[in-house]
């Protein structure tokens, strides 16, 4: 059973991009442990059949192009609950064509790394610049979903991995900010996690090559990030702000080469 400080009784949590992956996990594990949320998510049709499916909870059409769209989502949740806790800022532009699009700088479209900042920091900022008043009454926090591709270089994926390394300055200036007020934000750095979106977007070959340099037996799930996420916004991370809390199974935290390695010395290493 889960311990008080765990538990999320009473609290309104929105979760952008809350119709599938990370964020639908997110929804299930906040709504078990007592929250009212609000799934917020372009895809809504997905987003009112998850919101069917748990306690009090409702669904928020949502574009994060769109500053008008983010505006009006935040006032939809504050105007039905009476309040807000909890933002994950979970939504990301990623699919199966933006991943082939998203390359190395010098192919880089200049189309494409304008809308990948539009969405994935401009949004980000409108809606935690819009969520912030409320927070502050209500002593809230901020989770915002990054990735481990913001702390390391790699040959593909310019403009997401830059994007989410933006994020994280951004999570602690609101740390920062915000602080004295109350107001805690941190963020959660997933690996590759075998989201439905990961799998069509990614080959088997290059999943499995991430897999090699997992230190764990497996790729992540959607519900392990979404425990992550559901940690930092109870109360038993209540002295824990402007934090990066890195959840790749261990991708980050080696030396490069780590599969080779385990070939050389044998499967007893």
């Known amino acids: 059973m889960a311990s008080d400080a765990i538990r999320l009784d009473g609290k309104v949590a929105v979760i952008t991009g809350g119709a599938g992956g990370i964020g639908a996990a997110t929804a299930r594990l906040m709504a078990a442990r007592g929250a009212r949320v609000a799934i ?11 919101a069917e499916s748990l306690p009090d909870a409702i669904a928020v059409p949502l ?5 008008a769209s983010i505006q009006a989502m935040m006032a939809a949740v504050a105007d039905h609950y009476g309040r807000l806790d909890i933002l994950h800022n979970n939504a990301a532009l990623l699919g199966p064509d933006i991943a082939q ?16 900042y539009a969405v994935n920091v401009r949004g980000t900022m409108i809606a935690c610049r819009a969520a912030l008043p409320h927070m502050r009454a209500s002593k809230g926090n901020i989770v915002n979903t990054v990735s481990n591709l913001a702390l390391q270089g790699h040959l593909i994926q310019a ?18 900010s915000h602080g004295a007020q109350g107001v805690r934000c941190n963020a959660v750095a997933p690996g590759m996690t075998l989201t439905p979106a990961l799998r ?15 230190l ?11 425990e992550a996420v559901a940690f930092l916004a109870s109360d038993a991370a209540r002295n824990i702000t402007g934090q990066l809390l890195v959840a790749d199974g261990g991708c980050a935290s080696h030396v490069p080469g780590i599969a080779q ?6 499967e007893h290493v």
């Open 261 to 266: 390695f385990r070939a050389f010395f044998g």
């Open 216 to 226: 764990r037996d497996r790729l992540g799930e959607p519900e392990d990030i979404a």
């Open 200 to 214: 069509e977007a990614f080959s088997p070959l290059l999943r499995q090559a991430v897999e090699a340099e997992t």
């Open 159 to 176: 403009a997401y991995s830059s994007s989410k390394a933006a994020i994280i300055q951004m999570t602690r200036s609101i740390a920062a």
């Open 63 to 67: 574009d994060l192009e769109n500053e």
């Open 40 to 50: 917020a998510d372009i895809a809504i049709d997905a987003a009112r059949t998850l």
């Open 101 to 116: 699009q998203d390359g190395d700088i010098e192919h880089m479209g200049t189309a494409l790394w304008d809308r990948t």
